[in-house]
């Protein structure tokens, strides 16, 4: 009965036009980036959301107190890994544990990560 309905019917219609692979990739990605903002508190996230609307792109618009917390809380997510997290869950090879880690295998501190 499945096979009957996927061969004839709107199913298949829209099946035709649906990239199923970019949307379960983009799944993946928005999981691995779940849990790097879980590593923020309600009050961190929305004072994130807060800076970064308030800059507007532009990060002069920001003091250097806002672009200093900007930065702790941009540091808090591990932008590195996360780049590094999502690059191994679509790579079909194996990723070097340097892109995630850097050069020595270590976590970067926060507050050192470089944009």
């Given amino acids: 009965?499945?096979?009957f309905v996927l061969k004839r019917g709107p199913l298949k219609?829209?099946?035709?036009g649906v990239p199923v692979v970019a949307l379960l990739s983009a799944a993946d990605v928005a999981m691995v980036a779940k849990e790097h903002l879980v590593k923020l508190d309600s009050s961190e996230r929305r004072r994130l959301i807060a800076l970064v609307a308030h800059a507007r792109g532009r990060p002069a618009s920001l003091s250097d107190s806002e672009r200093e917390e900007l930065g702790t809380l941009v540091a808090k997510l591990e932008p590195r890994v996360f780049?590094?997290?999502a690059a191994e869950r679509l790579s079909p090879v194996p990723v070097p544990?340097?892109?995630?880690y850097g050069a020595h295998g270590?976590?970067?501190?926060?507050g050192s990560e470089t944009s």
């Fill in 97 to 100: 544990k340097r892109l995630l």
């Fill in 1 to 3: 009965m499945l096979r």
């Fill in 83 to 85: 780049a590094g997290s």
């Fill in 13 to 16: 219609r829209l099946l035709r």
């Fill in 106 to 110: 270590k976590p970067t501190p926060a």
